[in-house]
């Protein structure tokens, strides 16, 4: 029977690292765009083939399946590339997909977890490698000079966040604590970043940092569940990042927040054209304020805001305004609410690690577009669902 046991978790761990690979997407391990699409095509119709040959039908699922769903809808009715929206899309729903099936399976979902987290960590070394080699950027055929193994400047947290989410996630699961282990890769992640220039991301990964430090500290001391939930639950969520949306995009006339961004973090006043990139977004918004005009391409994004680095929305939520519309916004808004209310009004300290990497996200969020449909993006969510069974939690 041991034996047995051994080679299933071998081969759920090869199998966990296959799917990896084929959702990735990273220049310089491109092995073909067509083939990666092809083989998560395939892999999402097995993976729904035996989600209904076993009568599972998991609400998170289908929850997130709305969303991808109304992307999908809004770039068909706007006549744009769908193979484009659909191979970006799939990564991130083929992840989800993967780690729900094994919802059941305490030790399946742990081997997954670990799995993808040392593939993360290997990533994010080689990131780190590749900047002391070539301190100026790695050689490209990019506008962006400033690319190394996972990308340009904030690119790589589409990476970098979810490893120091895992390793902390597994932490706590584990060991009910944040081992020096996991401070010492969420510190590397925070480093990289900021040495990449990428502040935004830097920020939010020493963010992410301060809170599980402080969960820590408070928690030896006291149970402190219900305060993490009655602090960051959905309501407060929308409603304080709706206020930082708007307090931002009005940075232009704002005196106090102009002097933060030109003496503080030595940015533009229009925070590196962002401000522009905005303004032409939301005119896009406007012509199909309902349903958005569908996936864009970085080009599509450069044609509508007349600059040569203005590649995507640089903002999570005009992001999703532009692409789905008031409607993928409210889809969006309720889909938070589904994975972070709780009946009983707490979470647990691994759900809240999630729910700071989601966080994070957010803030990120306000001045980039690289998270909103990142390999990961979906994942975050899921992984806030994630049950485990009452022996498994008895035993830590």
């Known amino acids: 029977m041991k034996v047995k046991t051994v080679w299933h978790l071998n081969i759920t761990s090869l199998i ?13 391990l491109n092995v073909g765009i067509k083939l ?44 744009r590339n769908i193979f484009n929206a659909a191979d970006i899309l799939s990564s991130s ?16 979902k742990l081997r997954i977890l670990e799995t993808w987290t040392f593939l993360l960590f290997v ?35 589409a990476y970098i966040l979810p490893l120091a989410v895992l390793i902390s996630y597994l932490s706590y699961l584990k060991k009910r604590c944040l081992n020096i282990t996991a401070v010492a890769v969420i510190l590397l992640c925070t480093v990289i970043c900021f040495r990449v220039q990428a502040t935004a991301a830097g920020v939010a990964m020493l963010l992410f940092l301060i809170l599980n ?24 969520l929308c409603i304080g990042y709706g206020f930082l949306f708007f307090f931002v995009t009005i940075i232009q ?37 309902l349903l958005g005009c569908g996936y864009l391409t970085n080009a599509e994004y450069t044609i509508i805001t007349n600059y040569p680095l203005g590649t995507s929305a640089h903002s999570f939520i005009l992001s999703i305004l532009v692409t789905t519309g008031i409607v993928g916004l409210v889809y969006y808004i309720f889909m938070l609410r589904y994975f972070l209310f ?19 996200i957010l803030i990120v969020g306000i001045t980039s577009s690289a998270m909103v449909f990142s390999v990961f993006s979906g994942f975050i969510y899921i992984l806030i669902d994630l049950k485990y069974s009452d022996e498994f939690l008895i035993k830590r």
């Open 342 to 360: 709780r009946h009983e009004k707490s979470y647990e300290y691994h759900e809240a690690v999630a729910l700071f990497g989601l966080l994070c």
């Open 123 to 157: 990533l994010c070394v080689a990131d780190g490698i590749s900047i002391l080699l070539y301190p100026n950027g790695m050689p490209t055929n990019s506008y962006f000079k400033l690319t190394w193994f996972l990308g340009y400047k904030t690119a790589r947290l």
């Open 36 to 79: 990666t699409f092809m083989l998560k095509t395939v892999s999402i119709i097995i993976l729904v083939s035996l989600f209904i040959f076993k009568r599972k039908k998991p609400e998170n699922i289908l929850v997130i399946s709305g969303w991808y769903v109304i992307i999908l809808g809004s770039t068909l009715l706007n006549q």
């Open 213 to 236: 430090l402080l969960m820590e500290f408070l928690h030896r001391k006291r149970d402190i569940r219900e305060w993490i939930y009655k602090i960051l639950n959905y309501k407060i």
């Open 253 to 289: 006339t704002n005196p106090f927040i102009q002097y933060i961004i030109q003496n503080i973090l030595n940015k533009s006043d229009t925070l590196s054209y962002r401000t522009g990139i905005w303004a032409a977004c939301l005119n896009r918004f406007f012509d199909n304020p």
């Open 16 to 28: 966990s690292a296959f799917i990896f690979f084929i959702c990735i997407r990273i220049t310089y």
């Open 93 to 108: 729903y083929l992840i989800c997909l993967y780690l729900s099936y094994f919802d059941n399976s305490t030790k399946n």
